[in-house]
């Protein structure tokens, strides 16, 4: 074979499969990009691909409810959800991301599906004060978000999507396995478990305390005041036949003592009384608060990091939001914030982690 019958050879051959393979990734859609799943084939909806699956889960789903938010919502059980909202809902959550990030997932939900009886979402004190349109992450796959046919090579002849993605699909199927439920999509508890030894090796306690707590300053207002208004009421605002469920989480003691030896303590919790102030006036929102369960915050065994609760605790949230339990009002959240502010400030954090700087240190 001369050199260059061999080079037409080859470059046949590299076309052929290139073509194969992006033929597969488009017929397959392992992400959902072009169309809902085949009929007859099961998908893996792979834990930490949030950013590749979540837009087309929420194009081509079937749903009238979303849960939407950080990881503190990824234990969550959609099924929950339904049952006691008689709803049919996805999860689409990402982790550790603003409140911008999660807005603009709520905003695609509501473009997608504008009939969402209910959205479910948590406002997570560590992220109240990245106000803009400000995201933790760079590494997003636009291509996938947008409706440019032409940078769509990106997904359809990507040799990692073809490896690990789209032949995954087919080896699921050959193994007999069934498209993971939205109860087991972005669960993470099985391979990050509760337990208090596991929040110690997490939890590295500031070495000196900031002596007083810094005031909440009209800077700390203006900042949340932003954030809460352009990524949560905005959305509010366009959507008055959405019922929008807001929590903030019950972070562990273990972020109020980093909290408190920062100087950060009081700044949260009057953060969290000004959104308090900014959302409770609409109608088509329910406000809830978690925090003063103290017996759960306090009992390290129920958290995998000093902020992340396990499934059993995601599962008395639901509850809770059903039962209209930790619900503020107009006229009950002043007390409520501040009875948390009071505890928490007071707690005796050294009881529980007083050597904990010698054990880290040794």
Partial sequence: MNSRRFVQVVLGGTIVCLLAAGGATAVLDPFFHYHKALEGVEYPLVDGMERYLNDGIIKTYDYDAAIVGTSMMQNFKASQFDDLFGTSSIKVTYTAETYYAIDQEVRKVLKA?????????????NKVFQAGEVRNYSDYPDYLYDDDIFNDVNYVFNKEIFLDSTLPVIKYNMNGEKTTSMDDYSFWEWEHPVGKENVLKAYHRPEE???????????????????????????VEENPDTMFYFYTPPYSVAFWDDAERKGDLIRYFEAEKLQAELLLP?????????????????????????????????????DWIYQEAGLLTKENYQEKIQGMEDFYLSFDYDSVFGTLEEEQGA
Avoid: W
């Fill in 113 to 125: 599906n504008p009939d969402t009886k209910y959205i479910f979402r948590c406002l997570d004190y």
């Fill in 209 to 235: 305390e900031a002596g007083e707590q810094k005031a909440f300053t009209e800077e700390d207002a203006r900042t949340v005041t932003d954030n809460v208004t352009e990524n949560v009421i905005r959305t």
């Fill in 282 to 318: 609409y109608d088509n929102v329910k406000l809830y608060s978690f925090a003063d369960h103290y017996d759960i915050t306090q009992n390290l065994d129920n958290y995998m990091d000093p902020t992340h609760y396990g499934s059993k605790i995601s599962d008395k949230i639901i």
